[in-house]
């Protein structure tokens, strides 16, 4: 039931295909991919041209991040390139309902994100159109950042909202974290009510010293923790 999704972010560029590999045979749920614009956020990473090339080596899901500013330009790429799930950031775009429209016409499950000082209230009027909801743990540009804890209140709320809806209809969202989840508070995270967690240097910063199957003890240890919740 819970979603593990290690962030490449943190993963060694140079042979980011076998990272991949790695991830999901050490037990990943969701390959989360990280796009930054430099001008949405100050950060310039990866496009659709890695996720077509990453595409074939795995079945597991790609969990699209969109810190990008317009978005709709890049959907249907994204969506041809493979992409799973796309979420993007409200600030980001002009049209929200629009925007999670034409995701969700270009065959993709589509998620809304939620920056520490972004008001949930976003999401009230486009329950239906959501798959997921993300709430950012730290202010979106970089990896391995710390946890704000003021997310965890802002979990129970999205959770309430999210129960509610779910309630009422029948259809499931997933409460997805990212930013700063480590093996010592991602209980605490799932207490509040996350259900998907990304963990990036959580993940990728654990493995740099070992070899085969470097990413099974870490994986482990966040699942182990998710167990006591
Ligand atoms: C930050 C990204 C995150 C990042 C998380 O803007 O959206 O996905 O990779 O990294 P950690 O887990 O190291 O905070
Ligand atoms: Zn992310």
């Known amino acids: 039931m819970y979603v593990i999704a290690p962030s490449i972010l943190s993963a060694n560029f140079a042979k980011l295909g076998e990272e991949i590999v790695d991830v999901v ?36 899901p790609i969990d699209v ?35 999670l ?39 979106p540009g970089f990896g391995g950042q710390k946890f704000i804890p003021a997310t965890l209140t802002k979990l129970k709320a999205a959770r309430a909202k999210i129960d509610a809806y779910q309630r009422e209809s029948g259809r499931t969202i997933r409460l997805e974290i990212d930013g700063g989840v480590k093996i010592d508070n991602i209980a605490e995270i799932a207490r509040a009510g996350a259900d998907a967690f990304v963990a990036g240097s959580a993940v990728y910063g654990a493995g740099k ?17 998710l167990a006591k919740v």
């Not at 993709?108 to 976003?122: E, I, M, R, S, W």
Request: proline share 6%; glycine share 6%; hydrophobic share 45%.
């Open 65 to 99: 991040h969109l810190m990008v500013k317009p978005v709709d330009r890049i959907v249907p790429d994204f969506a041809k390139a493979g992409a799973n799930i796309i979420t993007f950031h409200p600030e980001g775009s002009e049209h929200v309902d629009r925007t």
């Open 101 to 139: 429209s034409l995701i969700r016409e270009s065959g993709c499950q589509a998620g809304l994100v939620f920056n520490p000082a972004t008001p949930l209230d976003y999401m009230d009027y486009v329950m239906d159109k959501l798959d997921v909801v993300l709430l950012m743990s730290v202010n």
């Open 209 to 225: 010293d070992s070899d085969a199957h470097r990413y099974d003890t870490v994986i482990g240890a966040l699942r182990a923790e």
């Open 25 to 60: 045979a050490s037990g990943a749920d969701w390959i989360h991919f990280d796009v930054m614009d430099n001008h949405y956020v100050p950060n310039l990473t990866i496009g659709p041209l890695i996720c077509e090339a990453i595409r074939p080596l795995t079945q597991a």
